[in-house]
């Protein structure tokens, strides 16, 4: 039986994500991102499914920083479509609530249904988590929003269902552990995750996205971080269309490490059915 870790609680998004990913598996939760990548890269479990960004609320931040330090490989991806409902106590119904808490995003995601309903929005770690205090305290004016498998869970009832502002909300994850696994090149469509530093030069970014212009090279994702609190030295984060065995590619990251003080590929995966998905 594998041992999958996520951040959260029983009920959050990433244990749904988990559950379909590997089914009739070992769960794993942790109190945060690094903490899950720390138990992958010491052995403690097989694999972690981290959400590194979503449609509506953009990129989850924290992740990219820990992606370059934890040694981890990512070997796939997945796609989640995140449906909230808002969760009470038995007997609440939805006039008599007056705070709705959950994750940051979460509840910026259900801005539109908070506001048309009075609901003050409450801010905590976890949207699984808050379903916790709401069935302890047993308060009929608080609710929290969360997952269908957090009110089972949690014995909580559904007030609301798929509350979200857009009804294409999804959320991607990206499933890491220790060991590099390359699918073959079968034809079909791959991401390559790379994680560079290029050279404090002029043009230093611009030859390096050439390499990927001249090699027919789609770049999928171009995201920079301030490295170690300098604000002359940046560290970038790509996502490719293409396998790293092919020539195209090689050309490309030969560019790429003359302009690069330092470079890491961090992945090659298949790229998920979703992303032929046509969404409205």
Do not use: W
Not at 180 to 207: C, N, R, W
């Amino acid at each position: 039986m594998l041992k999958i870790a996520y951040q959260g609680v029983p009920g959050a998004y990433s244990h749904i994500a988990c559950k379909q990913l590997f089914p009739e598996q070992e769960y794993v939760p942790c109190e945060t991102f690094e903490i899950a990548m720390e138990m992958v890269e010491n052995g403690s479990v097989d694999k972690a499914v981290i959400p590194v960004e979503n449609s509506n609320a953009g990129r989850v931040t924290d992740v990219h920083f820990l992606l370059p330090k934890s040694g981890l490989h990512i070997v796939a991806e997945h796609f989640l479509r995140i449906e909230h409902q808002l969760l009470a106590v038995h007997g609440a119904k939805l006039a008599d609530i007056t705070t709705a808490a959950s994750h940051p995003q979460a509840l910026a995601q259900c801005s539109d249904f908070l506001k048309a309903h009075n609901i003050k929005p409450v801010s905590r770690i976890d949207t699984a988590k808050s379903c916790e205090k709401i069935a302890l305290e047993q308060d009929k004016t608080k609710a929290a929003i969360a997952s269908k498998l957090a009110a089972e869970i949690y014995d909580l009832d559904i007030l609301a269902s798929n509350i979200e502002n857009a009804d294409n909300n999804t959320t991607r994850f990206l499933i890491m552990q220790r060991k590099e696994e390359i699918p073959q090149d079968d034809g079909g469509k791959f991401i390559t995750s790379i994680m560079f530093v290029t050279k404090h030069i002029p043009a230093a970014l611009y030859k390096v996205l050439g390499g990927f212009a001249t090699n027919g090279i789609n770049l999928l994702k171009l995201e920079s971080y301030l490295l170690n609190g300098k604000f002359f030295s940046a560290q970038f984060y790509v996502e490719v269309e293409h396998h790293i065995s092919s020539k195209q590619l090689q050309y490309a990251l030969e560019e790429l490490k003359f302009f690069s003080e330092d470079y890491r590929i961090l992945g090659c995966y298949k790229a998920h059915p979703y992303r032929d998905k046509k969404v409205a």
